[in-house]
């Protein structure tokens, strides 16, 4: 197999630029003649080692057996990557990750666990900084929110051998990779990540309240807001409208006419004022463009690539966009800030800043912690208007 080590000194001069899935994607379309096992096994390759190589101290080793021991810590034995896996006693390769680098340590493998990250941000209350590093070598798990036929969905997965547990009463987990679109009908349930579906709890919308969606992206969150109360109003407004158009599509695809859309930056005031004038809402949520360093399990590139500076700016533009829609939300109307990081410089320093000179208080705010439940971790804060 040594054509497989040869693709992998070369899918290893990736720098970071572009998002991984793209990168191979690209790459295995310049070399038709892997097979999907192949892809599978190179793919499960790559994303190991850049989960986990920074900790790995082993100087002395070659690639290979960097690459070997990467694939031990980062994927229970499944048959593309069985042959590849150090020959190890079978017990130990499906062992939980704490056994594994014990087994390795008493084998002179040392693990540096904190050179994952050695930026050392502080992290928001409720995170624990080696969980959250150790988190990285698992992909987490698939999570659909359920809209409706519950027990036919159950009875579905059921019936094509699809394991599955149910984190609450609409929230499924699936195994990551799982073909839900084949087996379930798309208006009967939604893929959105655990703790994403837990920020509805949040909303308690009432009934033909006006909400405003300024971050909304594809619109996961104006779709459960909509689930919750099918008769609030809702605006929405993101950057890029071809974005918009996926969000027009997928409220048209759930049966709910698509919401009054803007296509703009709520980080830059003149171009907010221009678009929405002295238009004030029930409610806002601002799901804020971040780090996304909740999220990088699923991207470890991220981790492996990640810049310092690059938290410094964005929440320069987090406070900027609360500052610019603080008097877009009615007097006694709130504001749902949203992250999907673990920072608390895009986090609790942001609401402490923006309500230096604001009409905003703090209602609430927490760290969903979605590592117990492998999926991803996301802070929100309810700022209530108070003038």
Request: net charge neutral; hydrophobic share 40%.
């Amino acid at each position: 197999m040594r054509y497989i080590w040869q693709h992998i000194e070369a899918l290893l001069q990736y720098d970071g630029r572009l998002p991984l899935t793209h990168y191979l994607k690209n790459y295995f379309r310049q070399y038709p003649k892997l097979g999907s096992r192949d892809r599978k096994l190179l793919s499960a390759m790559v994303y190991s080692y850049y989960r986990c190589r920074k900790a790995l101290v082993m100087p002395d080793a070659n690639l290979e057996e960097v690459i070997r021991v990467a694939l031990f810590l980062c994927n229970n034995p499944e048959k593309h990557t069985a042959a590849f896996l150090p020959s190890f006693p079978e017990a130990i390769l499906s062992a939980p990750v704490e056994e594994k680098m014990q087994f390795l340590k008493e084998r002179g493998i040392e693990l540096n666990i904190p050179a994952i990250f050695p930026q050392q941000l502080p992290l928001s209350e409720g995170i624990k900084n080696e969980a959250w590093l150790l988190s990285m070598w698992h992909q987490p798990q698939l999570f659909i929110r359920i809209r409706k036929e519950k027990s036919a969905v159950v009875k579905k997965l059921t019936a094509e051998n699809i394991a599955f547990s149910f984190v609450n009463d609409h929230c499924v987990a699936l195994h990551n990779g799982t073909s839900v679109d084949k087996i379930l009908p798309a208006d009967w349930y939604v893929v959105q990540d655990a703790s994403s579906q837990q920020t509805g709890s949040f909303f308690q919308p009432k009934k033909k309240e006006n909400w405003y969606d300024c971050c909304s992206g594809a619109g996961g969150k104006s779709l459960l807001l909509k689930d919750l109360e099918p008769s609030v109003t809702i605006t929405v407004s993101d950057v890029r409208d071809s974005i918009l158009h996926n969000l027009r599509l997928r409220f048209n695809q759930y049966g709910y006419s698509a919401p009054k859309s803007y296509t703009l930056d709520v980080s830059d005031a003149s171009q907010l004022k221009l678009q929405l004038g002295s238009q004030q809402f029930d409610n806002i949520i601002a799901d804020v463009p971040c780090s996304g360093s909740g999220t990088w399990a699923r991207t470890p590139e991220q981790l492996y690539f990640f810049d310092p500076e690059f938290v410094t700016e964005i929440s320069k533009r987090q406070t900027t966009i609360l500052h610019n829609i603080a008097d877009k939300v009615k007097p006694g109307g709130k504001i749902f800030y949203i992250t999907c990081s673990v920072f608390k410089a895009e986090n609790e320093n942001v609401v402490a800043a923006a309500i230096k000179d604001t009409s905003l208080e703090i209602e609430s705010m927490q760290i969903i912690n979605g590592l117990t439940n492998q999926a991803d971790s996301m802070f929100i804060a309810v700022l209530k208007r108070i003038v």
